[in-house]
């Protein structure tokens, strides 16, 4: 049974994870030999044993609410895993239609395929789950290149998946017809104003754009904090029928950590802020995709907002399916930071439009 510890007590169990998230990704930052390899860095594809714990309610003060905004909770999971490589997930993208087979990311360079199990439309498990290094043009892990290793966000079009470097502030392809995890990605070429971002708050969200919506064919790349001169946060359409850079008006100071867009042509963003007063705060914004052009500022409603009191983590990763009742379905995934004090969730949620 899921409990709410009080205020203040999870406070300063909070504060104490973020001073500690604080001083490692500091050490990270550090200038090191370019033998060093991520501590949570997987070399081999291996299968590895997923656990997972249900989330009954996604508010344990109020059990008998589902609705949160515009998102009903339908499952959730808490997973843990005895390989030292599972953890710090930052992007998901499904690979089929039905919400199974899936793709993940973790910030140290490595891929996670897999299905979600389900039983009665709720989450149970995973199964199959392989973990396998991405790697480079020369087929080695980039994790042997330094700084190579923080792979934040995932995007897909089809066998072509695209992965981008925060800390680099690079974009990688990989053509999953030749291989699957084991492709060999070769480096993009990027604009030059988005290999300026922020060190360590850059390429945050990547979100391919298919056939039939407005800007086919663009690869729709989002900084978690990189602003323009008036303070909003910045984005860049890369390839596509109209290639530039734009922004998105940040408010409430959040900070964008993914994205999804859409059938009906929305595109969500997946926002996340911590302070020490209030702890982490999550919310999803919608944005009508044909607002988005080279010089634009674009904004949209906040369709769904959670903290503390709700069962949250640092998530960082969001995708969507539609069922065959023709319910959209929200698949959120956190980014434990390898952090005994956090937890790796599989949030679903559907979406009430």
């Known amino acids: 049974m899921s409990t709410l510890p009080s205020r203040r007590s999870f406070l300063g169990h909070a504060a104490a994870g973020f001073s500690t998230l604080a001083f490692a990704r500091y050490a990270q930052a550090q200038p090191a030999p370019k033998s060093a390899q991520p501590e949570h860095a997987v070399t081999e594809p291996a299968g590895i044993e997923v656990n997972a714990r249900p989330i009954p309610f996604f508010e344990p003060r109020d059990r ?3 609705r949160f905004g515009q998102l009903v909770y339908r499952s959730g999971l808490v997973l843990t895993s005895p390989h030292r490589g599972f953890g710090g997930l930052s992007g998901l993208r499904f690979l089929d239609t039905s919400g ?3 793709l993940a ?9 897999g299905s979600i199990r389900y039983s009665g439309g709720k989450m149970v498990g995973l199964d199959d789950v392989e973990a396998a290094p991405l790697l480079n043009a020369e087929g080695r892990p980039i994790t042997e290149k330094r700084l190579w290793y923080d792979t934040e966000s995932l995007a897909r079009d089809g066998n072509l998946v ?22 060999r990605g070769e480096v993009l070429p990027t604009p030059p104003g988005l290999r300026k971002l922020p060190y360590n708050k850059g390429l945050e969200a990547l979100v391919f754009v298919p056939k039939g919506q407005p800007l086919a064919g663009t690869l729709i790349a989002m900084s978690e904090g990189g602003f323009d001169v008036d303070g909003n946060l910045i984005g860049f359409l890369i390839g596509g ?3 530039g850079q734009f922004s998105i008006r940040r408010t409430d100071k959040q900070f964008i950590s993914d994205a999804v867009l859409l059938p009906s042509g929305a595109l969500l963003i997946l926002e996340r802020k911590f302070s020490w007063f209030t ?9 009508p995709l044909k607002t988005i052009a080279p010089g634009a500022v674009v904004d949209g409603p906040v369709l769904f907002e959670a903290d503390l009191g709700h069962e949250v983590d640092n998530m960082e990763g969001i995708d969507a399916h539609v069922t065959p ?5 929200l ?3 956190s980014d434990d930071n390898f952090s005994l004090l956090q937890r790796t969730l599989l949030l679903q949620f559907t979406l009430v439009e």
């Open 241 to 243: 029928p109209s290639p």
């Open 162 to 183: 695209y992965v981008g470097l925060e800390r680099v502030n690079q974009i990688m392809r990989f053509d999953f017809a030749k291989g699957g995890t084991r492709a």
């Open 331 to 333: 698949t959120m995934v």
């Open 325 to 329: 009742e023709g319910e959209t379905v």
């Open 64 to 66: 008998s609410r589902t």
């Open 100 to 102: 199974e087979r899936f």
């Open 105 to 113: 990311i973790s910030d140290q360079g490595t891929w996670f395929t």
């Open 279 to 287: 702890g982490i705060n999550i919310r999803i914004r919608s944005i």
